[in-house]
Structures are given as structure tokens and as C-alpha cells.
């Protein structure tokens, strides 16, 4: 359904039902019927709201532990995009610092390389604080929120 009718000259790109001159006007000034990501949840309500994850899947944080709120697809430290952040994303960490060229993640594990808000690629503090985050008893640094996939940077 388009609002603006059946004129061609108006379409509605998303297929949301929102015509695109309306989308405009509408997100301009009322941020919370916006769709940052584009998957069809507004960001009130998105797991995810920067990186689209249309299913809205939460495995869990560290260890797959119960759902935590953060979308699978913008967890960060998930550089495996396994969903959850354990011992294999230590792995592709460490593979993507041996890696002269940078080819070792997906661009999506990229997004979700920073855990500690570092505006660079995957660092060596990325990696401990994973591996801190993986032991029995955590120490801090956890992981926080502030990679670019999660809208953070």
C-alpha cells in the first residue's frame, strides 16, 4: 500500500505502507516511528536498531546465555557471527590481527569487532577483555555495547 496513492511518481520503496515523502516527514519528527535499519521494526522496539536483523534473533550474550536484548546481529564481540560471543570469536580475533590484508572477518564481524569503543579495527584490548568476559568468575572490563554494529562510534 502506498499513502500517496496510485501515482507511480510517489512510490514507497521499503514496502512499509508509508509512502517515501511521508517516510521523511514523518521520521524528521517523530525519531521513534523511524526504521534506522531498514527491517521493518521501528527502533523502539529493534533488538538492533542500527544493523537489521528482521528476525529480531537474541541467542545471548556471552556464552549463549539466556537472551539479552542485544541482537545477534549487532552483539558485540561476535566476530563469528555465531550469535554468541565464546572462545571461537577469540580465535577469529587473533586470526584477523595476524591477518596483514584484513580478510579474516566478514564486514559484519568488522562492525562488531570493539568492545572498547576504540574507533579503529579489532585491537589486542579487544581480545582480552573477550577473554575476560569468557572466564569463570568475569573480571571487568565486560562487554559493553559500542561497537558500530550496535550503533556505537
Do not use: F
Amino acid at each position: 500500500m502506498n499513502t500517496h496513492g496510485t501515482n507511480p511518481n510517489l512510490p514507497d520503496t521499503d514496502g512499509d505502507g508509508l509512502g517515501d515523502g511521508a517516510e521523511v516527514n514523518v521520521y524528521g519528527t517523530n525519531p521513534t516511528l523511524a526504521d534506522t535499519d531498514g527491517d521493518v521494526w521501528l527502533d523502539g522496539s529493534d533488538n538492533c536498531p542500527v544493523t537489521a536483523n528482521p528476525t529480531q534473533s537474541d541467542i545471548g550474550g556471552v556464552l549463549g546465555e539466556p537472551p539479552d536484548g542485544v541482537g545477534d546481529a549487532c552483539q558485540c564481540g561476535d566476530v563469528d557471527d555465531s550469535g554468541i560471543v565464546d572462545h571461537d570469536d577469540v580465535a577469529a580475533y587473533r586470526d584477523s590481527l595476524a591477518d596483514p590484508v584484513g580478510l579474516a572477518l566478514t564486514p559484519s564481524g568488522v562492525a562488531k569487532c570493539s568492545v572498547i569503543g576504540s574507533a579503529g579495527p579489532c585491537e589486542m584490548v579487544d581480545v582480552t577483555v573477550i577473554q575476560r568476559a569468557l572466564e569463570v568468575v568475569p573480571l571487568a572490563p565486560g562487554i559493553d555495547q559500542v561497537c558500530v554494529a550496535a550503533g556505537g562510534l
